[in-house]
């Protein structure tokens, strides 16, 4: 390999969404190419007519976009470019690198049934190899379509892995395998090494399950004539249960980790350790501190374990590191989409919202936990609690929160220190313990039995409202609880 600008890419199929193996790997090859000024490219992978969905095309781009993966050239799609495969494939066939192939699905798995029988590798017997030029030429004439088979040289081939080191594979492991079907499209070996040559790819990152794919693919590089880049097979990213992660196998999508809350710097980050390590002591890293550490040295081998509960653990640091304003832009839709208020009265009480994502940042895992866990700042149809309500709704909690209401009502200024002043001395009067004021307050005032401070969960919501809330509560009491 050249000393030459890295240019990297992330070729994803459209059979299905983006999941984050895929993602994984669009990550690798995106810091990649921002550490070494390189250019990170998308090449669209949907020659498969049986298996590509065009209408996925675009999630699949939506999540990169979310990721903050920016692509640097123009999207390259298979599917436009199948003359240039096939211009490839007689390239080979009439420089002795590749030969027609006749034989019928019959044939050939009759070869592979007779080679179990022995105990040996299934592997083409290459008999057309051995046809005559006048057999093949006759078979041409009569209108058989036949395939394009590799010849592979008979020698041991090996390239030193970014991530595994040098590995090795013997030419008898390697069957003369079919680069163009007899329709005359090329499988997937073919296209993407001619697309990786004519995009200028000079790193090729991507799962360890595509090694023998590399072997094959270094062999037709060798037969065209035209330079190998680098291969680097990263550990696949494996279930809890140790299978592959895998669409197939109804692993979620990154759109869907998007629509329940998680933030894309916390899955760009958290997905990063999952084959790479920073080496040092900290896990939480933005994304362009991650591109300032990103070297090939620290490629881990071992397969990683995709855990959801760290992702989510990963999530809640990077909400914590996040600024007031920037989370209150992002929740202040979702809270509109509940219903629990509209994009009008956020837009005059902007800095209600920014304190109250202030309060709740340190409680929430997710960003959608915003709106379950707070709702009740900007909406008072909220139900109590069913098992806190059993609990601290008792006939002597609605005479305390009458008379606490009576006490917060008379307060000239409604802050911190007054609230606390107050419920602290009805509870010195009535001689009980405050928790027997804080729990039942906090379910009148949220229908929840935990959240914020409560003195700063009350001045956030204000007299009038605290006072009304914790009166509706003790006629609540009084009318459902007391006369039952």
């Known amino acids: 390999m050249t000393d030459k600008q890295v240019r990297v890419r992330i070729a994803p199929s459209p059979s299905g969404y983006l999941h984050v193996g895929t993602a994984r790997t669009a990550i690798f090859n995106y810091l990649y190419a921002r550490h070494n000024n390189g250019k990170f490219l998308i090449r ?4 498969d007519v049986s298996r590509s969905d065009s209408s996925l095309v675009e999630p699949i781009l939506d999540a990169l976009r979310w ?3 920016e692509w640097d050239e123009e999207i390259v799609y298979q599917s436009r470019r199948l003359d240039i495969y096939k211009k490839y494939a007689q390239k080979l066939v009439e420089a002795g690198a590749a030969y027609h192939c006749f034989c019928t699905r019959e044939e050939l798995e009759a070869e592979r049934e ?3 029988g022995e105990k040996k590798a299934p592997m083409y017997s290459r008999r057309c190899l051995r046809m005559s030029p006048e057999e093949k030429k006759k078979r041409l ?16 081939l090996s390239f030193d892995d970014m991530v595994v080191g040098r590995v090795s594979r013997s030419s008898n492991d390697i069957e ?13 070996n073919l296209a993407v090494v001619v697309d990786d040559h004519e995009m ?4 090729v990152i991507r799962g360890n399950d595509h090694i023998t794919n590399s072997f094959k693919q270094i062999h037709i590089y060798e037969a065209l004539g035209w330079e190998v880049p680098r291969f ?11 299978k592959k992660v895998s669409k197939r196998l109804g692993d979620k999508d990154v759109g869907e980790y998007q629509g329940e809350g998680l933030l894309p710097q916390a899955m760009f980050n958290y997905l990063c350790m999952l084959g790479w390590s920073p080496k040092t002591e900290r896990e939480i890293y933005s994304p362009q501190e991650l591109v300032d550490l990103f070297v090939e040295e620290n490629f881990n081998a071992s397969n990683a374990v995709f855990n959801e509960d760290k992702l989510i653990a990963f999530n809640k640091e990077h909400i914590a590191l996040m600024s007031d304003h920037d989370l209150a832009v992002m929740v202040a839709p979702l809270l509109v989409e509940a219903g629990h208020t509209t994009k009008y009265w956020l837009e005059t009480r902007w800095e209600y919202l920014r304190e109250v994502v202030g309060l709740l940042k340190s409680r929430v895992r997710r960003v959608s936990d915003f709106v379950s866990l707070g709702g009740y700042f900007f909406d008072g149809d909220f139900t109590y609690d069913e098992e806190a309500r059993i609990k601290q709704f008792t006939p002597e909690a609605g005479e305390l929160l009458g008379e606490l ?14 609230i606390a002043e107050a419920l602290s001395g009805l509870a010195e009067k009535r001689e009980i313990k405050k928790a027997k004021l804080i729990h039942p307050t906090r379910l009148a005032v949220s229908g929840m039995s935990v959240g914020p401070g409560l003195y700063d969960l009350l001045a956030a919501l204000g007299q009038l409202l605290v006072v009304e809330r914790m009166r509706k509560a003790a006629d609540y009491i009084k009318r459902e609880i007391t006369t039952s």
């Not at 669209?44 to 020659?47: A, H, L, M, N, S």
């Not at 680069?179 to 005359?184: I, M």
């Not at 209401?405 to 007054?418: G, I, P």
């Open 141 to 156: 004439a009569a209108g058989e379509q036949p395939t394009v088979r590799l010849k592979i040289p008979e020698r041991d």
């Open 405 to 418: 209401a009576d006490a917060f009502e008379q307060l000239e200024k409604f802050d911190h220190d007054n």
């Open 44 to 47: 669209i992978e949907d020659t």
């Open 232 to 242: 680097g097979h990263t550990p696949l990213i494996l279930r809890p249960d140790k």
């Open 200 to 203: 200028g790819i000079s790193h």
């Open 176 to 188: 003369d395998f079919i680069v163009a079907r007899s329709d005359g499209s090329a499988t997937y």
């Open 67 to 69: 990721l903050g993966l």
């Open 114 to 116: 007779k080679a179990r």
